[in-house]
Each structure stands twice: as structure tokens, then as C-alpha cells.
């Protein structure tokens, strides 16, 4: 079946530096979904991106969804403590609309 | 947060034993998911439901069970718990299906030890 990739697993920074987080997929995906789950709580929805090349910011976190929609990114600009947590990106898997979630990325962000 | 609650949030159970979680939603989405969470897996899909009576299992659905029998309620039972079911159990809802508003809203999660 469908396979969601991301890397790193893991991502040290200090306060101020910046964050990258990758998702790829082995087929086209309809969408991508980026969650946030902070240490000790449940995952929480971040934002969806539908269009091919599509590119959505929400304050410092920038996501882009790839030409050919088989890839994603999160960034991350002056990573600050409060952006500590495991992000995930969820594509739909085998066309249907079930969320398939890679492993994550944890963000530990040393002050 | 949306309207999810997971019960019990804390179970120790012993090997053999069946235990039941359960999900409540009071948001009426029509798509509920059991995932579990284990360090260096992520969420892993066990069983979801599109509807009353409609489930459907997920990548790692051996050893565990499910029904629906009202829209606000997706159970999730072990039928005879074993330690690899060790994990952190969320539950999950979203309202469509499709390219469009299938954003998942997660509980709290349910942390389940099974000595």
C-alpha cells in the first residue's frame, strides 16, 4: 500500500535557527494534511494543501506541496521553544480519503 | 478542541484479558479512526468507520476489534490483550470524505499497559 515517508526522524536547533521537515509519497496524493502534536498531547491539525506547487504560511511555518503532488515540506523560520513537538504529514491512502501518516519529525529546540 | 472523548485516558490490564476503549463524539462527522501511536512508528491506522454499522480495518488491525452502532460511538476492543499492544491509542474523527475537509480532529489518547 501506500507508503508516507518523512525525515529527519529527529532535528536539533537552537532558538532562532531554522526547521525543515520532508514528506514524500510514492503515488500522486489528493491532498496533504500537516499535523502538530506537542510532547505529552494528541496530534492537532496544522493546515491542508490541495493544489500541485500550492504554497500556504501561517506566521513563521511556510508549507509547500510538491509540482507532481508526491511531496511536501514544512519550514520553519527562527525556530522559537514554544515549536517544540512531533509534526506529521497525512496523505490519503490508496485514493481513498483514510489518513496515511508518516513517522514525524521531532523538533527539539534548545534556548 | 472538537468534541472527542476517549475512556478510560489510563488502563493497566493483564495478558488474556479483553478490554474494550471507546471513542464519544458530539460533532457528528460521519468518518471516526482508531490509530495507535508507538515510538518510531507514528500513528498507524487499526480499524475506521464511515458510517453506522460500516467499519473497515486499517494496516494493523490483527488482535484488535471494533463496532459503531450509534454515529457519536466507535468502540475499540482487544480480545485477548497481549503486551505488544502496549501503546497510546488515539481516536480520531472527520466530517468528508474526499479531497476536501477530511482534516482529522484527535482525542486525547488512551494509554493502555498490558503486563
Known amino acids: 500500500g501506500q507508503q508516507v515517508m518523512q525525515i529527519p526522524q529527529y532535528q536539533h536547533v537552537q532558538e532562532g535557527e531554522d526547521f525543515t521537515t520532508y514528506c514524500n509519497s510514492s503515488t500522486t496524493l489528493s491532498n496533504i494534511q500537516w499535523y502538530k502534536q506537542r510532547p505529552g498531547g494528541h496530534p492537532v491539525f496544522l493546515i491542508q494543501l490541495v493544489k500541485s506547487g500550492e504554497v500556504k504560511k501561517q506566521k513563521r511555518l511556510t508549507f509547500q506541496f510538491g509540482e507532481a503532488k508526491k511531496n511536501s515540506s514544512l519550514h520553519i523560520t527562527a525556530t522559537q521553544t514554544t515549536d517544540v513537538g512531533t509534526y506529521f504529514c497525512?496523505?490519503?491512502?490508496?485514493?481513498?480519503?483514510?489518513?496515511?501518516f508518516g513517522r514525524g519529525t521531532s523538533l527539539i529546540v534548545h534556548p | 478542541d472538537a468534541g472527542i472523548t476517549q475512556s478510560p485516558r489510563h488502563k493497566v490490564t493483564e495478558t488474556g484479558t479483553p478490554v474494550t476503549l471507546r471513542c464519544h463524539q458530539t460533532?457528528?462527522?460521519?468518518?471516526m479512526y482508531w490509530y495507535r501511536q508507538d515510538p518510531g512508528h507514528g500513528l498507524r491506522l487499526i480499524h475506521y468507520?464511515?458510517?453506522?454499522?460500516?467499519?473497515d480495518k486499517g494496516e494493523v488491525s490483527d488482535g484488535y476489534s471494533v463496532s459503531r452502532s450509534k454515529t457519536e460511538d466507535f468502540l475499540l476492543t482487544l480480545e485477548s490483550a497481549t503486551s505488544s499492544q502496549t501503546s497510546v491509542y488515539f481516536c480520531?474523527?472527520?466530517?468528508?470524505?474526499?479531497?476536501?475537509?477530511?482534516?482529522?480532529?484527535f482525542g486525547q489518547g488512551t494509554r493502555l499497559t498490558v503486563v
Open positions: 460533532e457528528n462527522h460521519r468518518y
Open positions: 497525512a496523505g490519503p491512502s490508496g485514493g481513498s480519503y483514510i489518513p496515511t
Open positions: 480520531a474523527i472527520s466530517e468528508a470524505g474526499g479531497s476536501l475537509n477530511t482534516e482529522a480532529f
Open positions: 468507520s464511515y458510517g453506522v454499522k460500516d467499519t
